[in-house]
């Protein structure tokens, strides 16, 4: 079949160019629409991703700053500690009539050969010393028993008899109460 095209050329020209005009009309009102959506939803996207990325940002400082007031709260519980510690150690030293070291070194003193003090504790609310220790035989606790109770400054020396079981190899303990406080306080 042919086409037969019965207008004159200017008209033809004219159709032609009119036809071309609306095409280019149309691509150019799609292209913007669909310009405009994609732009539209890139804008969204930003736009979301940086109030995330501000969310993130938040709850990490909120991380940091909860892990560094976790530090503080435990080097605040360690100073209290070290604190109330102190003040007990200040209020020993206060309460008690000898000093540690005194007491400590009376107690040496007083030791025989072939005994090991393992173990020597003082409450200075009752003036009282815990020694615990071992010797190489009977012997020589008995006579550690005499030089501590020889001693001015240990009003009493306790020792149980399980101390007096054995020749040899003897696990020993001994309860000293000290001069200088009141039985009433």
Do not use: C
């Amino acid at each position: 079949m042919t086409d037969l095209n019965l207008l004159p050329k200017k008209h033809r020209m004219e159709l032609k160019r009119r036809i071309f005009t609306r095409m280019l009309y149309i691509i150019t009102v799609f292209s913007f629409f669909w310009i405009f959506i994609f732009g539209t939803m890139v804008f969204a996207g930003i736009r979301f991703l940086s109030i995330q990325n501000n969310a993130l940002e938040e709850r990490i400082a909120t991380t940091q700053n909860m892990r560094e007031a976790e530090e503080v709260k435990e080097i605040e519980a360690s100073i209290v500690d070290l604190n109330s510690l102190v003040t007990r150690i200040g209020q020993i030293e206060e309460d008690s009539s000898m000093e540690g070291p005194v007491i400590l070194g009376k107690i040496a003193r007083s030791t025989p050969a072939g005994i090991a003090v393992s173990r020597i504790a003082y409450n200075s609310k009752t003036s009282v010393v815990l020694v615990n220790g071992h010797a190489d035989q009977r012997t020589q606790v008995i006579t550690f028993k005499e030089r501590l109770e020889a001693d001015p400054a240990f009003l009493e020396v306790e020792s149980p008899l399980s101390n007096l079981l054995q020749s040899t190899d003897v696990d020993f303990k001994f309860t000293i109460t000290l001069e200088g406080k009141d039985e009433n306080e």
